[in-house]
């Protein structure tokens, strides 16, 4: 009897002392003894990582900066030297003036035949009826090309691309000898009336990038309703392409508001000037040139840019982006 009392209660002290929780005095012990040792560089290890990838990141940043200072200096250094009278402009080539002169900007906005508004307005027109041009006609050849089918669609579409490789220079010469024949030399229809042709190929390819995306189911349930296919593109394509539509005004307004080449070919009498015509003649051949004035001028014509840009800057990461990945 002894010994089985003796082995029952052998048994239930096994047992309590399975069932009993471990004290937090072990765990305190094992935490300054060896896993205590080990766990330590595990908890260094994140911070480490996390302090490097800070460092990587400044470095990035900081070299961005750098990058993005080296090429806004040239825009920088014509900011400030239209405050600089000319003999300073090219002896101090830092980004702080020492003698600001505000002359430069009165003395270019009246120096040439006309006021330099009047320069601003035409180009406000060339920019404007290009701008409706291109919005519409590129947006409807898109369309057709995008949601019609008809013959030869395929054909008529590898040209419009092969289009984008042609260079300007090539066709210049023709489209100046069809326009003098028209009477439309130092006029703004040589300029206005190929947009409302759908001339501008990259537009078109941009737009039919993003009709593609957009659901034909759209399209059935329209027609399912009634609508035509002038209702279909008036009331559910153009509203759901606000950001293709942006973009295309973006680089439409820049691209034509920047155009020199072509608004020298057509436009030969002063009074039809626009803006970067207005500004070639600050520059003398004889090298007497008021740079001053010139970089003044330059600087309000970027201001229309820098607006557009401002204010589109959103629609046009978006339209790019949505275009791009599909």
Not at 5 to 31: C, D, E, I, L, Y
Not at 147 to 163: P, T, V
Not at 290 to 308: D, E, T
Request: glycine share 6%; proline share 6%.
């Amino acid at each position: 009897m002894t010994d089985a009392s003796t082995r029952t209660q052998t048994a239930q002290n096994a047992t309590t002392t399975a069932v009993r929780p471990p004290s937090n005095t072990g765990t305190a012990s094992g935490s300054r003894g060896t896993g205590g040792s080990t766990a330590r560089p595990v908890a260094v290890r994140p911070r480490g990582r996390r302090a490097q990838a800070r460092v990587i990141s400044l470095l990035k940043h900081a070299g961005l900066i750098a990058f993005g200072f080296v090429m806004l200096y040239p825009l920088l250094w014509m900011l400030a030297s239209s405050f600089k009278p000319n003999a300073l402009i090219f002896r101090e080539p830092g980004l702080i003036p020492t003698d600001i002169d505000l002359s430069n900007y009165t003395d270019g906005w009246n120096a040439l035949l006309h006021p330099f508004s009047h320069y601003l307005i035409n180009s406000a027109l060339v920019v404007l009826g290009s701008l409706l041009g291109n919005l519409l006609s590129c947006s409807l050849a898109a369309y057709a090309f995008a949601r019609l089918e008809f013959k030869g669609k395929r054909l008529w579409f590898a040209i419009m691309l092969m289009s984008i490789m042609l260079p300007i220079h090539v066709v210049i010469v023709p489209q100046y000898v069809l326009f003098s024949q028209l009477e439309w030399i130092n006029t703004f229809l040589p300029l206005i009336v190929p947009k409302l042709l759908a001339t501008d190929a990259f537009f078109i390819f941009l737009m039919v990038q993003f009709f593609r995306g957009i659901p034909r189911e759209l399209d059935e349930a329209a027609t399912l309703d009634g609508c035509n296919h002038l209702r279909i593109y008036l009331q559910i394509m153009l509203p759901l392409s606000m950001p293709a539509l942006a973009t295309t005004a973006i680089f439409t307004f820049i691209w034509t508001w920047n155009d020199f080449f072509s608004q020298l070919i057509f436009l030969t009498r002063p009074e039809m000037y626009t803006v970067p015509i207005a500004l070639r003649t600050f520059v003398d051949s004889t090298g007497e040139s008021s740079w001053g004035s010139l970089f003044a001028m330059s600087i309000v014509s970027l201001i229309p840019v820098f607006i557009a840009f401002l204010f589109g800057q959103k629609y046009l990461v978006k339209g790019i982006a949505t275009t791009g990945i599909k």
